[in-house]
């Protein structure tokens, strides 16, 4: 949505406003300047700045210069500007309170409407990426070929990243229960589960392998071995093993 031309115009005003206030309330806490007068730097500061808010090209968009991604400013101005701004700003609320909390309130207002979109994007594609890493797994639970509990491990990550609901949701289906719960909270596994795991990495890397093999690509077999030796020396000794309920009673 885009301004009119008079909205335009009471936005540069408003913003030459704050910023002549404190620069002013800066000069004269800082440089002990009488009410009403500018040290020669900080009238200097505030030409210039009233200069880059008469030039700016993104007024239309944008609340304050605090809120801008472009930085107009030359490197000595905007340090200046800076520290006018540490200084002044919190104590702008004492001296002109309507002025600060409008400030406040809209360049709050503005970050949040900037940081909205790519997160939007984000949540949209863990979202996807979830529901696709929910379905493979479930699918696993059928077809040993393919490994669940990875899965659904990815589940939970992306669910984490996109939506709590679907976060919640699925930390109280029976399928987190059954395969990932002990996991999670006992930093192990059953060794049903165990099993199960290794059977499925076995068997889909056997399929690659033996693949490769009549192509004769040797190098990529070796890797493919290495990795599975890996996974069957990080299941067997680097996870624990822990009792089913069951075998605990006994």
Known sequence: MQDTPKNLDQKRADEKMLVSEMIALYCRRQHKTPKGSLC??????HDYA??????????????????CKVHCYKPAMREKIRAVMRFSGPRMIFYHPVAAIRHVVKTKREKKRLERKPMKLKRLFFLILGCVCLALGCVGIVLPVLPTVPFFLATVFCFANSSEKLHTWFLGTELYQKHLDSFVKKKGMTAQTKAGILMSVTLLMAVGFFLMLRKALYIPCTILAIVWLCHLVYFLFGVKTIKTECEEQI
């Open 40 to 45: 020669p730097e900080c009238r200097q500061l």
């Open 50 to 67: 009233l200069t880059r808010i008469d030039k700016c090209p993104f007024m239309e968009t944008k609340t304050f210069c605090s809120a």
